[in-house]
Structure formats: C-alpha cells, structure tokens
C-alpha cells in the first residue's frame, strides 16, 4: 500500500509540474482560452462560499471542485441544481448528477451541466439591427468520475468531461481531465486538506457550415463556397490548492473555517476564504468572499479580468430520512456577487440515500 501511495504521489506530482501548462495568472491572457464554462460551479453548497471549501467538499458536488472527496459518499447521492447566471441576462444553467458506491472505497460519479442563453437576434454585413431571425446557442458538459478512499485519510480521483459547444451550424467538441486528492487528519478528521488539478486536455476548435461564406471571384460570375478556418483555442487549466478546520461545539455544533488558492491559466490567480455554520446538520449557513488583485479599481479597468469575486452567501435546510444509514433530503440556496448584472443565484435538491 505504502508503494502505491509513492506511485500516487509521483504521478501527481509530474501532472502539476507539466512545462506546457502555466499557471502565472497572466491577465494579459484574458479572452485567450475557450470552454470558459468549466470555470463555472454547477453546485449549490459549494457556491455559497465561493468554492473555498476545495479541500472538504464531500460527495457529489466535489466532481466539481475536487474529485478526490467524491470518495466519502455514503452509498447514492443525487442533485439537481438550477443557476440563474448572471441575472437580467437570461442566462440559465442546469446540473444533474448521481454519485454511486461500487465497492467498500470506490466510487462512480455522474455529471451533466447545460447551459441555455435564450435567443439571439442574427445579424449580418446587410442586417446589422437583426431582424432575419434567432439562434440559441448551448452548451453542455457530461463527466464521469472515479475516486477511491486509499485509507482513512487520503481520498483520491480522477474525472473525464467531454464538452460540447453548438449553436445550429456551428459546433465544438473536446475532452477534459481532473485529478484531485484530499487528505483528512485529526481525532474527528477535523482538518483537511485538498490540491486539484482540473481542465488539463487537447485545444478544441470550430467546425460547420457557419464558417463558410458564398463569394464571387473578381472577374467571373460564378459563385463559390469559401471555407473559413477557425483556429485552435485552449481550455482554461486550473490549479487549487486548499486546507480547511473544523470547530466542534458538543455533538450538535460546527463551525468550518476554509481557504483556497486558484492558480487561474488564463487569468489572475484568485483566494478564496469561508466559513460554514452548522447546527445538527439539519441547517447550515454559509459564507465566503473571493479575493483578486485589482479587484476595487474600476469596472472599465484591464485589471479587472473575471467576472466572479467578492462576496458569496449560501444556506442549506436538511431533513434526515434515515439516520442509521445517513439518509437525508436537502434544500440549497446560494448567492454570488459579479462584477456587474445583479449576481448569481443558485438553488439545488439534495437526496442522499
């Protein structure tokens, strides 16, 4: 076991010190990378704090944030979760996912996120103001995961996406890999510790009869298809690197203080810091705010380069089932303030069974 451990640890470790992957939190890359959607946490819970919580989150919502703690699911869990993203944009985001345990430390995971932007008035050269018609672009991301606890206190995985943007003539399709490991010590596994390598594959790129354009060489009058070719672009690779506590009060009160570093590959690197109140488990408050440099100069500023900073807020209600087997249906809200619109909110259902 001790073997397989080193083995474990070598290959993490090559993953993050690949030479083609920068994680300098270069803004002048801004814009420079595609997929930006990967970026995005489909999940309620780990919303609510900003995503502070890399390194503890447990269960399904860690197929996002860290694939490793997808590893301390029960037996089933279930979530459907809805974002109204970026609100007054019409922007909406839909996850399903399903965590399954298949062996006594493994265990399956399932993800799907669509995205939906409603319609897009067309416009052309001869129709700059629309008017000939409407587009809905989407996009969709489908994972599959497995992550095994290696002992009691380290929990490892690894995810696959496949990621698909389209609108009616215009489509891209590539793959992405995460790897996640979290390590959990204590006389109640009160600390914790987590790193995540996430959006690591192949550059994607374009394709479809929306590249090509009916042309008229000079001197001739016969028309010809012109196919335009749409460059490669990269994914936005991230790199986490987290550690929270926990603080019990009795059996019945928790308090969770947690922190993570997101080395960004296309933007600047982030910090994200939260707290998590919890009461039996039946409610939990949740807090968290999301720090950058430049991030009070002004909206017009080119440092300011995303969208998600600043504060975040989250509560959850859950109702156990079962308590011997730890059975539980939950109900999610979560807040998050952007750099302009009126926010993200987030709600989701929880059954865990």
Same mark, same amino acid.
């Given at each position: 076991?001790?073997?397989?451990?080193?083995?474990?640890?070598?290959?993490?470790?090559?993953?993050?010190?690949?030479?083609?992957?920068?994680?300098?939190?270069?803004?002048?890359?801004?814009?420079?990378?595609?997929? &930006?959607?990967? /970026?995005?946490?489909?999940?309620?819970? !780990?919303?609510?704090? #900003?995503?502070?919580? @890399? %390194?503890?989150?447990? $269960?399904?919502?860690?197929?996002?944030?860290?694939?490793?703690?997808?590893?301390?699911?029960?037996?089933?869990?279930?979530?459907?979760?809805?974002?109204?993203?970026?609100?007054?944009?019409?922007?909406?985001?839909? &996850?399903?996912? /399903?965590?399954?345990?298949?062996?006594? !430390?493994?265990?399956? #995971?399932?993800?799907? @996120? %669509?995205?939906?932007? $409603?319609?897009?008035?067309?416009?052309?050269?001869?129709?700059?103001?629309?008017?000939?018609?409407?587009?809905?672009?989407?996009?969709?991301?489908?994972?599959?995961?497995?992550?095994?606890?290696?002992?009691?206190?380290?929990?490892?995985?690894?995810?696959?996406?496949?990621?698909?943007?389209?609108?009616?003539?215009?489509?891209?399709?590539?793959?992405?890999?995460?790897?996640?490991?979290?390590?959990?010590?204590?006389?109640?596994?009160?600390?914790?510790?987590?790193?995540?390598?996430?959006?690591?594959?192949?550059?994607?790129?374009?394709?479809?009869?929306?590249?090509?354009?009916?042309?008229?060489?000079?001197?001739?009058?016969?028309?010809?298809?012109?196919?335009?070719?749409?460059?490669?672009?990269?994914?936005?690779?991230?790199?986490?690197?987290?550690?929270?506590?926990?603080?019990?009060?009795?059996?019945?009160?928790?308090?969770?203080?947690?922190?993570?570093?997101?080395?960004?590959?296309?933007?600047?690197?982030?910090?994200?810091?939260?707290?998590?109140?919890?009461?039996?488990?039946?409610?939990?408050?949740?807090?968290?705010?999301?720090?950058?440099?430049?991030?009070?100069?002004?909206?017009?500023?080119?440092?300011?380069?995303?969208?998600?900073?600043?504060?975040?807020?989250?509560?959850?209600?859950?109702?156990?089932?079962?308590?011997?087997?730890?059975?539980?249906?939950?109900?999610?809200?979560?807040?998050?303030?952007?750099?302009?619109?009126?926010?993200?909110?987030?709600?989701?259902?929880?059954?865990?069974?």
């Amino acid at each position: 076991m001790k073997t397989l451990y080193r083995y474990f640890a070598l290959i993490l470790i090559g993953v993050l010190l690949v030479p083609n992957l920068s994680f300098a939190g270069n803004k002048d890359r801004s814009g420079q990378a595609g997929a &930006s959607e990967l /970026l995005i946490n489909p999940w309620t819970r !780990s919303s609510g704090w #900003g995503s502070a919580n @890399m %390194s503890k989150v447990h $269960g399904l919502e860690a197929l996002w944030g860290n694939v490793g703690g997808a590893a301390f699911t029960n037996k089933s869990q279930v979530i459907f979760s809805y974002t109204d993203w970026l609100k007054g944009t019409d922007t909406k985001l839909y &996850s399903f996912g /399903l965590t399954q345990r298949v062996s006594e !430390s493994g265990v399956l #995971g399932l993800q799907v @996120m %669509s995205m939906s932007f $409603g319609e897009i008035e067309i416009t052309t050269t001869d129709s700059p103001d629309g008017g000939v018609g409407k587009y809905s672009p989407s996009l969709m991301n489908f994972a599959v995961s497995y992550s095994k606890a290696f002992s009691n206190n380290i929990y490892a995985g690894f995810l696959m996406k496949i990621v698909g943007e389209q609108i009616s003539d215009l489509s891209a399709y590539g793959v992405a890999l995460d790897v996640g490991i979290q390590y959990v010590t204590g006389a109640h596994d009160q600390f914790s510790f987590g790193v995540a390598l996430k959006n690591v594959g192949p550059t994607m790129s374009f394709s479809g009869d929306g590249l090509s354009l009916k042309v008229f060489i000079p001197g001739q009058e016969t028309q010809f298809t012109l196919n335009q070719r749409s460059d490669n672009f990269e994914l936005p690779a991230q790199l986490n690197i987290g550690a929270a506590y926990d603080f019990l009060f009795g059996k019945d009160l928790r308090l969770t203080t947690a922190g993570n570093f997101i080395a960004n590959s296309f933007t600047k690197d982030q910090i994200a810091v939260g707290l998590e109140f919890s009461m039996k488990d039946w409610v939990m408050i949740r807090g968290g705010y999301t720090f950058e440099q430049g991030m009070w100069n002004s909206i017009e500023s080119p440092e300011n380069t995303n969208v998600n900073k600043g504060l975040s807020l989250g509560m959850s209600v859950q109702v156990p089932i079962n308590k011997e087997k730890g059975s539980y249906f939950a109900i999610d809200y979560a807040y998050r303030e952007t750099v302009s619109f009126r926010g993200h909110h987030s709600f989701g259902v929880v059954l865990n069974f």
